[in-house]
T-cell receptor, first 112, second 114 residues
Framework: GENVEQHPSTLSVQEGDSAVIKCTYS??????FPWYKQELGKGPQLIID?????GEKKDQRIAVTLNKTAKHFSLHITETQPEDSAVYFC???????????FGTGTKLQVIP | GAGVSQSPRYKVAKRGQDVALRCDPI?????LFWYQQALGQGPEFLTY????????KSGLPSDRFFAERPEGSVSTLKIQRTQQEDSAVYLC????????????FGDGTRLSIL
């Protein structure tokens, strides 16, 4: 089955700096890669996603890049704000299947 | 409401008791998913419904876990003869298609087994 690895497990940045979270996946048939933000006591909230026919996608301060050859994908948050502090999960879904495999999460702390 | 609704938010049970967790998906969403999230970990897939049909239950940890969605809307996850290792947050998600579409999560039920 699919295996998703995520690094780093914790990340502290100064407000205004950028944050980068990296993930790798094992199943070459995976073609959909969502990113979720989870705040304490809440469910995961979708913040951005990318499909395998696209190499990069951007939404305001958030961008995701995908390298299908290397099976890498990354989340980039620019101009970080304290409200960006949360746990972020990458995930992968195989084409034709509905099962999403999550990474182990990155706890992001933005220091004011 | 507009989002996925789960109840109860918190459940405490004694070891050996049966529990039932409810999920009310976003109206019109065809697909419904259950996940288990242990402390400090990512959600792990349990089972998936397309309408009332349970198409994948490969993630259910044992035969003590049972899920149903009889009318293709509300779903219930039942755990029989609970064990301490069942303590976790149980998340429900729904999506509006049977192809790869974003899954929208509820806030989960935190289950504690004493």
């Amino acid at each position: 089955g699919e295996n998703v690895e995520q690094h780093p497990s914790t990340l502290s940045v100064q407000e205004g700096d950028s944050a980068v979270i990296k993930c790798t996946y094992s199943d070459s048939a995976s073609n959909y890669f969502p990113w979720y933000k989870q705040e304490l006591g809440k469910g995961p909230q979708l913040i951005i996603d990318i499909r395998s026919n696209v190499g990069e996608k951007k939404d305001q301060r958030i961008a995701v890049t995908l390298n299908k050859t290397a099976k890498h994908f990354s989340l980039h948050i620019t101009e970080t704000q304290p409200e960006d502090s949360a746990v972020y999960f990458c995930a992968a879904m195989r084409g034709g299947y509905q099962k999403v495999t999550f990474g182990t999460g990155t706890k992001l702390q933005v220091i004011p | 409401g507009a989002g996925v609704s789960q109840s109860p938010r918190y459940k405490v049970a004694k070891r050996g008791q049966d529990v039932a967790l409810r999920c009310d998906p976003i109206s019109g969403h065809v697909s419904l998913f259950w996940y288990q999230q242990a402390l400090g970990q990512g959600p792990e897939f349990l089972t998936y419904f397309q309408n009332e049909a349970q198409l994948d239950k490969s993630g259910l940890p044992s035969d003590r876990f049972f899920a149903e969605r009889p009318e293709g809307s509300v779903s219930t996850l039942k755990i029989q003869r609970t064990q301490q290792e069942d303590s976790a947050v149980y998340l429900c998600a729904s999506s509006n298609s049977n192809s790869n579409q974003p899954q929208h999560f509820g806030d989960g039920t935190r289950l504690s087994i004493l």
